[in-house]
């Protein structure tokens, strides 16, 4: 069975982590690295036992012939790296959010065509031993006909939340809702409904945002509705964060911390008979095999699934499960979401127009693009103070 290639484009937190477990599979092998940072390079370089080790993409990719380039770089880059390896003809994995506009992501999509290769979309939570356990309960019929879906962020700012954590809660809420078709949405900065003065660039390089507080209704096939809030929380809070299933015979819950199923839609606190049930987390074959030899990092088992998944994908000639569509599908629902918080409507998806709607908004409103803000966190949300007066 072939072994597939795979060089890595950026070797910071994520792309440690992502090496590691290409590194650990048994049908894939790192053939090269890059970044810019030497010393970054050479850590994991050394670590893994790659000697291939390069500060230009076209260069490491002409050497090594990689049949995948992953892409964890930072968000600000993943499209227009992604545009740039795509040009090699090799089929990448990118991590969220794929794009930080419906531009972005649809040149990337226009491109892979082109060249006749994948896209996938690191979406690892989607692919997680809960999630897997969620997965299968639910075609087993446990929770009957899906009727809504409730899905929350742990606390970042509104907006950034949608770009960062939200992108998840959507891949999940569409893996079992199905596409998305319209979108009614509001968002409030320190209570006040979004104005075109709100908008601003996020932290980490996730694109323009506006609102602290971004809640959405969202129409999906079949009927089922859902809702995705995404509150700022004055510190965040794990627990609060979760996505929860309701059927017409049941609930299925998943959480960073477990996965549970409720064998009927409603129960009162004092109803043992209708108490949750946790279910036993689905890992990936063999991965009891080499899970000791990848060092401890968070979610390590998504990471390790989604690999496997693109091994599949590959042997099978067909879309990943976290596929480019489902990437692009993603940010156009937090587009919509935007273009619906600051328009006051529901938006149909997919959008004719595919401009940033924040952008859009702000031009129309005689502005020009956001003032630049930190990079960071906390050197963020401190600016953004200041420029509310507070």
Known sequence: MKTYRVALLGCRSRGTATARVYHAHPR????????????????????????????DLDEMIRQTEPDIVAIPTAPSLHAPLALRVLEHGVHIEVEKPMGLDLLETDAVMEKA???????????QWRLSAQTQAISRAFREGKIGELRYIYASGKGYYGGFGLMEIGTHLLTSMIKFGGPCR?????????????????VLPAPRGNGTVAG????????????VTGTLLQHRFDKLNLNAMGLE???TEGRLLWHPHGAWWLPHPHALPVDDLNAWQKLEPLYADGFDQVVGSIPNGELVEGDYWFVDEYVRALDEGRPH????????HVVEIIMGIFESAAYGKRVDLPQADRQHPLLRWRREAGLGGP??????????????K???GD
Not at 184 to 191: D, F, L, N, Q
Not at 212 to 223: E, K, M, S
Request: with cysteine; charged share 25%.
């Open 182 to 198: 319209s979108v009614s949405a509001v968002a409030t900065t320190r209570g006040q409904s979004v104005t075109p003065e709100h």
């Open 28 to 55: 894939t092998q790192v053939v090269g690295l890059c970044d810019l940072i030497e010393d970054r390079l050479n850590k994991l370089g050394d670590e893994l036992g790659v000697a291939a080790r390069f500060d």
């Open 386 to 388: 200041k420029r509310l």
């Open 321 to 328: 499960e976290c596929s480019g569509a489902e990437g692009r």
């Open 212 to 223: 602290d507080r971004v809640t959405a209704t969202l129409q999906f096939d079949n009927g």
């Open 113 to 123: 065509a082109q060249k006749g290769v994948q896209v996938a979309v690191h979406h």
């Open 371 to 384: 003032e630049p803000m930190p990079m960071t966190d906390a050197e963020w949300l401190e600016e953004e």
């Open 245 to 247: 299933l309701y059927g």
